[in-house]
Nanobody
């Protein structure tokens, strides 16, 4: 079993920054992909960014140049640095770990961008 615990999130003004972190524990294998998804009210959950154990990264188009994903593999922790935040970034952000074709999810953390 795998557990994911997220930290960070909150309320920030447009143009501000936030940093999310997610610590994974349990039966974690060396080869996996960690990432962040988000879900806004009335919308489907979407991938924001992901990073493989080999450090290959993927970003959703709207966050390129503003968000940076990174990971500390020995600590099984993934980070999402979010800069130049916009109101449309408002959503619940979920940490994800994919290994052996199984998805594991965190409980979600609210990010609200508002003046």
């Amino acid at each position: 079993q795998v557990q994911l615990v997220e930290y960070g999130g909150g309320l920030v003004h447009p143009g501000g920054s936030l940093r999310l972190s997610c610590a994974a524990s349990g039966n974690i294998v060396s080869f996996n992909t960690m990432g962040w998804y988000r879900q806004a009210p009335g919308k489907q959950r979407e991938l924001v960014a992901s990073i493989t154990s080999g450090a290959i990264v993927t970003y959703e188009d709207s966050v390129k140049g503003r968000f940076t994903i990174s990971r500390d593999t020995p600590k099984n922790t993934v980070y999402l640095q979010m800069n130049s935040l916009k109101p449309e970034d408002t959503a619940v952000y979920y940490c994800n770990l994919l290994q052996w074709s199984v998805n594991y999810w965190g409980q979600g953390t609210q990010v609200t961008v508002s003046s």
